[in-house]
């Protein structure tokens, strides 16, 4: 298998504000979000980063987006590194988070527009793709509505098709089915599996074992900063239920959860 | 380069899409301004003049003979009275209330006291009773204390300082040109204004463009495209400076238009006549200023958490601003040359000297370059803090 993405040591720390030391009852000025991890995705596979909230994952894969910068390691996407070459490891990726907002102003069809110009999509590529997944998506028939005044589910979808104007190789995707209704989620994943299905490569962060069983190739479970274990979803299960496997696995590492 | 085009278009499409943004930052201010001055100049007409054929009704106590007949030239209807005390409650009252518009009051051997005066004995004192606040009686006393002034010149009169229609033996006494009087008014007025309408223009859209697409989370979208850092802020500092053009423009036609109204018939505009080169080195002057200013504003915009701290931190460089732009009207030709290095200072010095037709153009140049580089210099701060994840994403 053909190797695409190496991350090599990441580190990530931030800086407690005193009031964030008193929330978190830490005297610890320095909080690591991220602590030295590494692992390898390959191509063509989803590869799922599972964790509990707070345990880094967005954080990395804010890292490998490029929108922060890691204290120490790389990642080399593609052959290109997220510390020294930002923009090009960004025209190779689509990101998508809830994070990352329309504006209210504009209609999904100029968003589209606007974005495959930033991405420099030739106009006729782009309005047969903006066809295709405007369809596929339901989002033809509100083209022309202004973004804020469509609803919930239907910005989430303009905004996943707005991060794949670029019809990108690498997909990462920050809790893709959170706070979607049980509907948007259906269509969410089925895509995924659709981008799978054409050779495309995923990289998804999710708490949700279900999605993780349903999409996932390879899983890579962060606890606390720390990659705890990496490999095939078979492998990690050996058979088991993956929720199963993994509070065994987090009561290993860490100690009783109810302690 | 494609990229910055993108987003220009997209700041210019947001903003042109908007009406009512259009309306407030573009239209309104130079609206408002026009209807402003032009009020407050009719304001102040009516508050100083009275109707042309106004006969001021007035009372004569003791007027001399020869007096009256020199004062019938006045616009006045004169009413003798005899000064009897048991009337003085009604006369006053008259005045008062602005049914009279003046009681001159003459001592009683006024003209015997007048010509019996030495510089030993006190001058005999003509009292005139009126009521500022009724424009009518203002005049009638403003008129009857200039004729009584004449009178007394008349009586003693040895000599006169630049008697007649202002022009003696070699012309006219005032050299200075009507055009350089209105240029000396104009280029402490106009830098100061042109300024501030620049400053407020950008400030109505730069912390929407940037500390709003922070606040909403939109800037995130922007920084995850392949777009390098440095073409979303030229774009930005470009698209904004764009619009505060046209909200500067739009204030400085209302100023302009409304001008005559504000300042009287006594200023004929019509003897200002600037160059077409004038105005180009104007607009020049004005683009490197607004480039300049966009670019502060939108740095101060950008490490604003949200619109409403940016628009708070703005205070400061507003007053900032203004306090240089009203340097020129203090008069002195503060700093010399040397001034032209500082940015925005050098934009107030230069235009007050297109205005005041003292047009310096290689000095003119000199400040559009500084104002440049200043530019560079801010947009390179910018690209620095669109790329720094503490203010883009720092909570």
Not at chain 1, 223 to 235: H, N, R, S
Not at chain 2, 176 to 204: N, Q, R
């Amino acid at each position: 298998m053909e190797e695409l993405l190496q991350v090599k040591g990441l580190r990530k720390t931030f800086t407690l504000s005193a009031k964030q030391q008193k929330l978190e009852n830490t005297k610890e000025k320095v909080k690591v979000a991220v602590d030295g991890l590494s692992f390898t995705a390959y191509k063509g596979e989803v590869f799922g980063l599972l964790g509990p909230n707070g345990a880094g994952k967005t954080t990395t894969l804010r890292m490998l987006a490029t929108l922060i910068k890691p204290d120490a390691g790389d990642a080399i996407l593609d052959g290109a590194s997220v510390v020294s070459q930002p923009e090009l490891v960004r025209s190779k990726i689509g990101f998508l988070t809830s994070e990352l907002k329309l504006e209210d102003f504009f209609t999904p069809n100029y968003q589209f527009d606007f974005f495959s110009g930033l991405y420099g999509v030739k106009p006729e590529v782009a309005a047969q793709r903006k066809k295709e997944l405007f369809e596929r998506f339901g989002i033809d028939k509100f083209a022309e509505v202004k973004v804020g005044n469509l609803s919930t589910g239907m910005k989430q979808k303009v905004s996943l098709v707005v991060s794949l104007v670029h019809d990108p190789d690498v997909v990462i995707f920050d809790e893709p089915t959170n706070g979607l209704d049980v509907l948007t989620a259906k269509v969410v994943t089925d895509f995924l599996l659709d981008l799978k299905a054409r050779g495309k490569s995923i990289i998804v962060s999710t708490h949700i074992f279900s999605l993780i069983e349903k999409i996932c190739d390879r899983v890579g479970i962060v606890i606390a900063g720390k990659m705890v274990t990496c490999d095939t979803l078979e492998a990690i299960c050996a058979g088991k239920p993956l929720e199963d496997r993994f509070f065994e696995i987090y009561e290993e590492k860490v100690g009783r959860i109810d302690e | 380069m494609n990229n910055i085009m993108t987003i220009i278009k997209k700041e210019l499409a947001r903003f042109f899409g908007d009406r009512r943004l259009v309306f407030t930052t573009v239209i309104m201010p130079g609206l408002l301004i026009y209807l402003m001055y032009t009020l407050m100049g009719e304001g102040m007409m009516k508050q100083l003049t009275t109707a042309d054929d106004y006969v001021a009704k007035a009372y004569a106590v003791n007027m001399p003979e020869d007096v009256k007949m020199m004062a019938s030239s006045l616009r006045m209807e004169w009413e003798d009275w005899d000064g009897n005390p048991a009337d003085k409650e009604r006369v006053l009252k008259e005045i008062e209330e602005g049914e009279k518009d003046l009681l001159v009051y003459f001592p009683e051997n006024f003209t015997a006291d007048v010509e019996a005066y030495n510089m030993e004995n006190k001058a005999p004192n003509v009292e005139l009773y009126y009521n500022s606040e009724k424009s009518n009686s203002e005049t009638a006393y403003q008129m009857m204390q200039s004729f009584l002034k004449g009178y007394e010149e008349t009586m003693v009169n040895k000599y006169d300082v630049n008697a007649g229609m202002g022009e003696g033996v070699f012309g006219k006494y005032d050299m200075a040109s009507d055009a350089g009087i209105i240029g000396k008014m104009l280029s402490g007025l106009l830098p100061m204004l042109i300024m501030t309408f620049i400053f407020s223009g950008c400030s109505g859209v730069a912390p929407e463009s940037i500390a709003g697409e922070k606040e909403r989370g939109t800037i995130a979208t922007l920084l995850v495209t392949p777009v390098k850092r440095s073409a979303l802020a030229l774009g930005k500092v470009i698209s904004l400076s764009i619009i505060a053009l046209l909200a500067g423009v739009s204030s400085f036609l209302g100023t302009i238009l409304s001008l005559p109204k504000m300042m009287g018939d006594e200023v004929d505009l019509n003897v200002v006549s600037y160059s077409i080169s004038d105005y180009l080195l104007l607009l020049v002057v004005i683009i490197s200023t607004v480039l300049v200013i966009v670019s502060i504003i939108s740095i101060v915009s950008a490490s604003a958490k949200s619109v409403k701290e940016a628009t708070t931190m703005m205070a400061p460089f507003m007053i900032g601003v203004m306090l240089i732009s009203i340097l020129p009207m203090l008069g002195a030709d503060i700093g010399g040359k040397a001034a032209y290095a500082i940015p925005l200072f050098n934009s107030v010095k230069a235009m007050a000297a297109i205005f005041g037709f003292k047009t310096d153009l290689v000095m003119a140049l000199v400040s559009v370059g500084v104002n440049l580089v200043a530019t560079g210099l801010l947009v390179t701060v910018l690209t620095k803090m669109f790329d720094n994840e503490n203010v883009m994403f720092g909570k």
